[in-house]
């Protein structure tokens, strides 16, 4: 069965647009998202399946299709912690207000 995330295989949808010499990372933010997937992968939080799962066959549609690459993997990892109980949605929204002070 395909679903939309597996729009690429798909015909008639248009070239996919490519950057000469695209960077692995547009900006800083995209670097700390790949370091906690690469963390919380490494330290058992949950394994590739479920991550992969998590950022393409769970995510809503207009959530695949209106987010960028790394905020799927923000999205995932952030539901698999609540899911597996490792953090509250609360501490989690404690955790974004606080950042978002600190950055201004």
């Not at 990892?77 to 606080?98: S, V, Y």
């Amino acid at each position: 069965m395909n679903g939309l995330h597996d729009i690429g295989g798909m015909q008639g949808l248009g070239p996919v647009p490519r950057e000469a010499d695209e960077p692995v990372f547009h900006a800083e933010w995209e670097k700390r998202v790949f370091a906690l997937m690469v963390s919380t992968l490494g330290g058992g939080a949950f394994n590739a399946g479920e991550f992969r799962h998590a950022v393409n066959e769970r995510l809503d549609q207009s959530q695949y299709l209106t987010l960028d690459y790394y905020e799927r993997w923000i999205q995932g990892i952030e539901m698999l912690l609540i899911e597996k109980g490792l953090i509250t949605q609360d501490e989690l929204k404690n955790r974004f207000e606080k950042l978002s002070k600190e950055v201004g």
